[in-house]
Every structure is written in C-alpha cells, then in structure tokens.
C-alpha cells in the first residue's frame, strides 16, 4: 500500500510550548488528510479533515486556535500543538487519501506527544 | 456516516480462520464497508473494503450480507501477528470515523 510518514514518532515537550507535527504522503498526491488522537486503550478520535490549499474542518469540540493544521502542497500536512498542556499528551496519527473519495485512507504510524 | 456495532473481544487459536463480525444496519447505498487494524501504538493498517460484493485480497476476505446490513472479515489463517484492534468503519463522505473495534487475540 501507499505510504505515509509521520514525524517526529514521539516528542516530549514543555508546559506552553508548540509542537509541530509533519505528516506526508511519500508516494502518492494526498489531496485530504486527517487528524486524529488517541488516548490509551480508547479509539481514535477524528480531530480534523484537511484539504489541499484550503482551511481544515474541524470536528465539534476540537479548538481550531489549538489545533492549527496546515495543508500546503499535495504531500505534506502539519499539526500543530500551541501552548501545549500536559492533557495534550496523547498519540496523534495522521491520514492520507488520494482524490477519488471510495479509495482507501492510509495512515502514518502516529506520534506520541508528552507534555511535562 | 452509518454507525457500526462490533463485538469487543475475540480470541482465536493460531492456524485457524478468524471471522470478526460487523453490524451496519443503517448503512445507505453508496457507503462502503472499511477494515482497518491497529497493532499496539501502531497507525493503523488498511486491510479491505467493499461495497456489495464479496472482495478477497492477499491479506483478508470480505463477505457481504445481500442487504449490506452486516459484514464479516476473515483472516483465513491466523497468525501470532495478526493480534491487534480491529475496526470496521462505514463511509459515504470523506471521513473515516472509528469505532470502538474488536480486539482480536491469537493464541498459539
């Protein structure tokens, strides 16, 4: 299958810092990817739909402010954590499909944030 | 997008076939039915999806009911490796939005 790389795998952080999460699509022109989180033993949860060039969706309840989610070119999606807090700690993966919407979604292999 | 019901846990000896059920009774015509499996702190990985018909690829087989309320995903020789969350997931529109999953366990 296509691949996706998520970077960096695990990141720990300050109190009231940012933290970029970079997410690419190595083989394929990702024209939406997505934004979840997961915390421990729970499923993943859908933070935002991004597509190429124009704002991302945000899903209810998840702050746009907080979140800020780029998605400049057909292969690179970024995450942004801003004034990080440790209830951000969780493992956020990101996701990547192609233009016909049936196809299949693949995802990176996710990123453990720490926050301290 | 359809809600989707699975059972939470499933245990399965290795060598044997795994059959993870999935209900979606209120999937509409132009939804398709999604597998994917997530090993632990892994992303997870896409197995198979279909729309009405049976599809089988390297990886799994998937059986659709004639009226596309339920289906079943099929690992016809389990292995210690395919331990891991299983998710099936209906989608119409772009999102892929994940239920709670049937966590499958082979055992040797």
């Known amino acids: 299958g296509a691949v996706v790389s998520q970077h960096p795998s695990w990141v720990i952080c300050k109190s009231g810092t940012s933290v970029k999460i970079e997410c690419r699509s190595l083989d394929f022109q990702a024209t939406t990817m997505f934004w979840y989180r997961q915390f421990p033993k729970q499923s993943l949860m859908l933070m935002a739909t991004s597509n190429e060039g124009s704002k991302a969706t945000y899903e209810q309840g998840v702050e746009k402010d907080k979140f800020l989610i780029n998605h400049a070119s057909l292969t690179l999606s970024t995450l942004t954590v801003t004034s990080a807090h440790p209830e951000d700690s969780s493992f956020y993966i990101c996701?990547?499909?192609?233009?016909?919407?049936?196809?299949?979604?693949?995802f990176g292999q996710g990123t453990r944030l720490t926050v301290v | 997008d359809a809600k989707t019901t699975q059972p939470p846990s499933m245990d399965c000896a290795e060598g044997r076939a795994a059959n993870l059920p999935c209900n979606h009774s209120t999937i509409s015509g132009n939804e398709y039915v999604y597998w994917y499996r997530q090993i632990h702190s892994q992303g997870p990985q896409y197995i198979i999806h279909g729309l009405k018909n049976n599809e089988t690829n390297e990886m799994a087989s998937l059986i659709i009911t004639e009226d596309r309320k339920s289906s079943t995903l099929i690992l016809p020789h389990a292995t210690l490796r395919d331990t891991a969350v299983y998710y099936c997931?209906?989608?119409?529109?772009?999102?892929?939005?994940f239920g709670q999953g049937t966590r499958l366990t082979i055992n040797p």
């Open positions: 997931i209906v989608r119409g529109a772009q999102k892929l939005v």
């Open positions: 996701s990547a499909r192609w233009q016909n919407a049936n196809t299949e979604a693949f």
